[in-house]
């Protein structure tokens, strides 16, 4: 995501990447790329630059978070421009499921995924918190 962001915003765009293990980013080398080792959850905002970003975009990370995700993307909302966007990729993890009932996995993903305990079960209640996160922060 990282390297075709960049590839997008073009020689004159600024593109910053950031992760708990950067690692694999700090593999790229691209001029309008920055690689930052930052926790969304518990380092300063103003090291990434708090309000400044026109996209913010989290990739399979709010899955890690079990009942932090909705701070997470206060403090990711927190990093956005008037106007920007928040984009959150992830899959739907609730297509991947033992279906056999026998399955000795079964009864404990049932619990876990299709009756609430993980965050984001899709529907109303879901969007409504996302909303309200939203409009709480302006």
């Known amino acids: 995501m990282a390297t075709w962001l960049a590839e997008q915003v ?4 600024h593109v910053v990447a950031t992760d708990l293990n950067t690692v694999y980013l700090q ?3 691209l001029p309008n790329l920055e690689v930052v080792e930052h926790n969304i959850l518990e380092d300063s905002l103003e090291a990434l630059g708090r309000g400044s970003f026109d996209l913010v975009c989290s990739r399979l990370m709010l899955f890690h978070l079990v009942g932090r995700q909705e701070h997470a993307i206060r403090r990711m909302m927190e990093c956005l421009r008037p106007g ?6 992830d899959a739907d993890w609730g297509l991947a499921a033992p279906i056999d009932p ?12 299709r009756h609430g305990d993980w965050w984001t079960v899709r529907g109303p209640r879901a969007a409504c918190r996302c909303a309200r ?3 709480s922060t302006g």
């Open 27 to 29: 593999r790229i080398d």
């Open 102 to 113: 026998t399955h000795r996995l079964y009864d404990s993903y049932q619990r876990s995924w």
């Open 10 to 13: 073009g020689p004159t765009g």
């Open 133 to 135: 996160s939203c409009a």
């Open 84 to 89: 920007a966007w928040l984009i959150d990729e």
